[in-house]
T-cell receptor, first 114, second 115 residues
Framework: SQQGEEDPQALSIQEGENATMNCSYK?????LQWYRQNSGRGLVHLIL?????REKHSGRLRVTLDTSKKSSSLLITASRAADTASYFC??????????????FGRGTQLTVWP | GAGVSQSPRYKVAKRGQDVALRCDPI?????LFWYQQALGQGPEFLTYFQNEAQLDKSGLPSDRFFAERPEGSVSTLKIQRTQQEDSAVYLC?????????????FGPGTRLTVT
């Protein structure tokens, strides 16, 4: 069964706007990752945030993590049409889970209109 | 360098046929994972190899699913007597644990359609 849940399931915005996606998970974690998947392709790693970190930046991406609420958010600033894709959060399942095994949510489908 | 490759990219099988899906991980990557992604869903874990050892196969949905990685590099996922519910995209990922992160590098996937 899937560990995380992304919200919203779908998001449609105009180029230049910011896009925010949320993820909630159920168990303890060592880290949380965000991946992007373009239609018909494999997943591409975007960013990893460890359980002792609260915020992380990478280019136009900003990720926050609140372990007390078991939630994370991904913010994409100044979105572009090329950002159109599905975005997934993935957790590692925490202590006792298979090393490296990822638990994915159902994803948020982001559409950025030019 | 080359990323993770998978073949075939698309496979159509009649119900009851056996299929074999291949994964070539990034050279030198110790860990290899197989995931199954149904339409509109996120990937679900199937199995995990560390070198040639299959350390976790708890995600394989039935005994019709079998995976191997005999020399610790290329891996094959075999599905016997395919059923319609096996239709999905099968993703392979590799990673290099021990570097302090668990970023996984995914292949493009094999889309399996069982008719």
């Amino acid at each position: 069964s899937q560990q995380g849940e992304e919200d919203p399931q779908a998001l449609s915005i105009q180029e230049g706007e910011n896009a925010t996606m949320n993820c909630s998970y159920k168990t303890s974690i060592n880290n949380l990752q965000w991946y992007r998947q373009n239609s018909g392709r494999g997943l591409v790693h975007l960013i990893l945030i460890r359980s002792n970190e609260r915020e992380k930046h990478s280019g136009r991406l900003r990720v926050t993590l609140d372990t007390s609420k078991k939630s994370s958010s991904l913010l994409i600033t100044a979105s572009r049409a090329a950002d159109t894709a599905s975005y997934f959060c993935a957790t590692d399942g925490g202590r006792g889970s298979t090393l490296g095994r990822l638990y994915f949510g159902r994803g948020t489908q982001l559409t950025v209109w030019p | 360098g080359a990323g993770v490759s998978q073949s075939p990219r698309y496979k159509v099988a009649k119900r009851g046929q056996d299929v074999a899906l291949r994964c070539d991980p990034i050279s030198g990557h110790v860990s290899l994972f197989w995931y199954q992604q149904a339409l509109g869903q996120g990937p679900e874990f199937l199995t995990y190899f560390q070198n040639e050892a299959q350390l976790d196969k708890s995600g394989l949905p039935s005994d019709r699913f079998f995976a191997e990685r005999p020399e610790g590099s290329v891996s094959t996922l075999k599905i016997q007597r395919t059923q319609q519910e096996d239709s999905a995209v099968y993703l392979c990922a590799s990673s290099e644990p021990g570097r302090g992160s668990y970023e996984q590098y995914f292949g493009p996937g094999t889309r399996l359609t069982v008719t």
